[in-house]
Structure formats: C-alpha cells, structure tokens
C-alpha cells in the first residue's frame, strides 16, 4: 500500500449556485442562490460555501454558511481526503443549527465514498432570552452521528459529462441522522479544460425509512458552476 | 450452492418474514400516507369531536405510555386497570400499541372496551404495518386532534400528533401551528404526544424525523411555550431539555421489555411535574 503526498499548486475555485426546495418545513417551497469560494494550497483546501434563502426572507435571510478544512493525500494512487467542517444553518430568528464533524473521503475509479462523524447541536440565539424567556437550556447536542456518502459515476472521469448516483445523509449544508438516507443523482459537463464545470443536483428525501414505514419528505435541487481559477 | 438448497433458504426467509411482526414492505412504501391520515383524522374530528375533560380541583394527573405492542397483553392489562381504579383523569398511549395485525387491534379494542375514563391514542411506526391504519381508524378514529383539560381555574392544551411514519407532513404540521396560535394563550400548560421521539440524544436504531422538521418543531414549541412533548418509540426512558420544553421518551410498555412502565404528569397550578413509574 503507498501513501503519497503531492502537488505543489496554488488555485482559486468557485461554485455559484441556485436551488429550490420543497418539503413540509420551507412551504411551499424555498429558492435560494449561493456561492462558494475555495483556495487550494499545495494539500490543503479551505472553503467556504453561502446561501441565501430568496423567497421566505421574513423568517431568514441566511438559509445556511459552511466552511471546511481539507488536507488531501494519495492512498494507492487514489486520492484521499480529510476534512474538518463547520455549518451554521438559521432555522428561524431564534433558533441556528450548528454542525461540526470530520469525513474522510476515497475516490477509486468510479466510486466516491465518504465516511465520518459529526455533531447537530441546536442553539437558540441571544436575542431569544429576552423574548420567549429561556434563560437555561439554550442549546442542546445530538449524540453523535455517522455521516456517509457512496456514490458512483456511470462514466470515467475526466469524460466531458458524467451521471451519478448517491445515498447519502448528508450535503454541503445538512446533515441528515444516520437512520435517514438521502437519494441523489446529479449530472456534470466541462467542455474542455478552458470551461467551467456545469453540474445539477437533485436529492429525495423520505421520512421513516428505518421505521419500515416509509413516507415522502420533501426534495430538492440545485444547479451550477463551478470554476477552477489557475 | 446447489438450487434445492437455495430454493429451501428462500422459503425459510419467507416464512421468517411473513410470521413475525414486522412489514417489510414498509421500507418500499407506505400503504397509507401522512397526508391521507390527517385529512381522515380531521373529517372524523369534525362528526367526532374530543370532549373536553373537566375536572374538580386545580391539581389532576394523566398518565401516559407507549409501546405496548400488543399480541401480549399482561402489561397493558395491568396499566388499564391500574388507570380505571386511580385518579388519573386521561391515559394518552403514544403509539405502537399493536403491531398492525387485525387480531391484535381486535384484542387491544377488547381490552379498551373495559376502560371507564378517557383513552388517547396515537399511531406509532407499527400500528401502521400491514394496513394497520384501517383498524386504527375503524376502531380508535383520529390520530390527530387536540383536547383540553378545564379545572375550576384554568385550562390545559392536549395535542395528539401523527408521526407514525416520522414526518408530520405538510398539513399537519400547519394545523399544529394553528392550533398553537390559536389556543395556547389561553391555557395554563401545553403538553404534546405523539410517537416518534424527536430528538436523539444517544445513539439508535430508531428513526426520529429529519433534521429539517426537528429543528422547525423545537422553534414551534419554543414560540408556543410548549412545555412537554411526550413520545416513545426509542424503548428507553429519556429526558432532554431545550429552551423551556422537555421532550420526554418513554419506556417501552410492552411484556418483553425488563424495564416496562409508565409516565405519570402530575398538573398543579404551581408546576407541571412529572414522574416515571416502572412495573416490578
């Protein structure tokens, strides 16, 4: 088995954004855009990812911010990746939910797998004491919690368009409980090396999978670009 | 392998998934869906509506429990009975109390028939196998309403959800709010039940709602000044705090369980307290 750590490159990168959700929290249904800047260092990643709820701007204006911590290495020739990730996600004026873990993500071939652990801790804001009167148990933290992802392209990489298929719990601004998977199928094209890359996510959500009693939850999409600046 | 041996474990499988108690088609679809069941729940409430229950003094008791899964009974004939020879003024069973089976709804509605006080009940994750929410209906009606308790000087706020299937759905979840709007300033404490826990605060197999419903449910009763959620479906007992709502999970009633009992929420006008009770 090797174990190799490479590139001695500086790049910029740029994820811009739009979606829309449907389910029973956001009715009928939420739009937002968004946008994330990246910076790549040598191994190292940083990125930052922000979006804006467009259509509910009376309950929040920030649908959600994420950051993370990347530091990439070669398993067998395989790139393997370890992240460190922050999300803050407004549910109300009253109420964030912050989320914190640690995925390491393998890419071989076709697969893109993702495994790691976070935490859902649910935190009202300061502003909320004085309000609704809670002065104790502002915030509480969920056990911990397994994050995965396995995902498979149907062609090889660096084809100039791509299908994939994902279960997973979570994306880059939610963190679904281990019990609830996520169905997703996304669709990529670059033209060549001098394009940006285009993509379209589209995620099913269902509720009670592991009651055995399985129920529509909600859905939602979300389509882009994203750019590697050299 | 040779194909008579594979023939003869497909059949094992068969007949280890057609006898037990649970509906593994469930994880494909779902027979009836959360919508569907609200609208009927709130049909039946409009020809059916819950009588208020009122009492004598300022300070009352309701119990509550959860998993029976009823096929075997002796817990649940022991809760019944201890709940008709006590003061408690309602008994609120927060689901999965059958496994969804016919014979088993048959032999619940037998034993509730016996019950002189008032019995809520909700649907839990397996009162919905097989079908179950044809019986559930037939025999209990709604699985979502609301009813108040009236002492000489105030009134509490009952809401019974259905998360069952672990989502309350887009309807219920807005008649949940207008509910709250409309009724909880003018009632002395508001206590919810209903199946599926909400929160996880330790590691299980049991499914609570996603993460998007948990947090719009803790903004809710934090803006409602809900003061206890009483759920079960997780089997053990468990108590969390945030804001000014305990979410309570309960033990499991059921005869398998070593840890079987029961809750008990004690209404006074200076506190609403509550206690674990547990059978021997």
């Not at chain 1, 911010?65 to 370890?82: M, Q």
């Not at chain 1, 997703?184 to 009670?208: E, L, M, R």
């Not at chain 2, 494909?28 to 229950?53: G, H, L, W």
């Not at chain 2, 007992?237 to 809750?263: H, P, R």
Request: proline residues 3%; glycine residues 4%.
């Amino acid at each position: 088995m090797s174990l190799t750590v490479h590139s001695v490159y500086a790049q910029f990168k740029i994820d811009v954004f739009s979606g829309i959700a449907v389910n029973p929290i956001d009715r009928p249904c939420m739009i937002s855009a968004g946008f994330s800047p990246g910076y790549v260092y040598k191994n190292f990643a940083i990125d930052y990812a922000l979006d804006i709820n467009l259509n509910h701007r009376d309950k929040k204006v920030l649908n959600a911010f994420a950051t993370s911590l990347s530091y990439k290495l070669n398993l067998c020739s395989n790139p393997l990746k370890f992240s460190l990730f922050y999300c803050n996600k407004p549910v109300s004026q009253m109420l964030n939910i912050h989320n914190t873990g640690l995925k390491i993500n393998y890419i071989v071939k076709r697969w893109d797998f993702t495994l790691g652990n976070n935490f859902n801790i649910y935190k009202f804001t300061n502003n909320v004491a004085e309000t609704y009167n809670i002065a104790d148990n502002r915030y509480l933290v969920e056990s911990p919690n397994i994050m995965y992802s396995v995902k498979y392209f149907i062609m090889q990489p660096g084809n100039v368009w791509n299908l994939y298929i994902n279960i997973s719990n979570f994306e880059i601004f939610i963190v679904e409980q281990e019990i609830n998977p996520m169905f997703n199928v996304g669709f990529i094209w670059k033209k060549n090396s001098n394009w940006p890359q285009f993509f379209i996510d589209h995620w099913y959500q269902t509720a009670g999978l592991n009651n055995i009693r399985v129920n529509y939850f909600g859905w939602f999409t979300r389509i882009g670009v994203h750019w590697e600046i050299n | 392998m040779g194909n008579k041996l594979k023939i003869l474990i497909a059949l094992l499988v068969c007949a280890v998934i057609y006898s037990c108690d649970v509906d593994f088609s469930g994880f494909i679809r779902s027979t009836d869906r959360v919508e569907d069941r609200f609208v009927q729940s709130i049909e039946y409430n409009e020809s059916n509506p819950k009588e208020q229950i009122i009492v004598n003094s300022s300070e009352y008791e309701v119990l509550a429990a959860s998993d029976l899964h009823v096929g075997p009974t002796v817990n649940t004939e022991k809760l019944l009975n201890l709940y008709d020879a006590s003061d408690a003024v309602a008994l609120i069973l927060a689901g999965d109390i059958v496994s969804g089976r016919r014979e088993h709804y048959e032999i619940f509605k037998e034993l509730a028939e016996e019950v002189t006080k008032p019995l809520l009940m909700v649907t839990g994750n397996h009162d919905l196998y097989f079908d179950g929410w044809k019986s559930f209906y037939e025999f209990f009606g709604s699985s979502t309403y609301y009813f108040n308790v009236t002492t000489p000087d105030t009134s509490d706020l009952y809401i019974c959800l259905d998360i069952g299937g672990g989502t309350l759905g887009k309807s219920q979840l807005a008649w949940l709010e207008e509910v709250l709007e409309q009724n909880r300033e003018n009632c002395r404490y508001c206590i919810v039940a209903c199946h599926v826990n909400i929160l996880r605060t330790r590691r299980t197999s049991s499914a609570n709602p996603l993460v998007e419903e948990v947090a719009c449910l803790i903004d809710l009763f934090a803006k409602y000044n809900v003061n206890l959620v009483i759920t079960g479906h997780d089997h053990v007992q468990d108590v969390a705090k945030i804001g000014n709502t305990t979410f309570i999970i309960l033990d499991a009633l059921e005869d398998s369980y070593s840890d079987a009992g029961y809750l008990k929420v004690i209404s006074n006008p200076d506190t609403l307290k509550y206690e674990f009770i547990r059978f021997d």
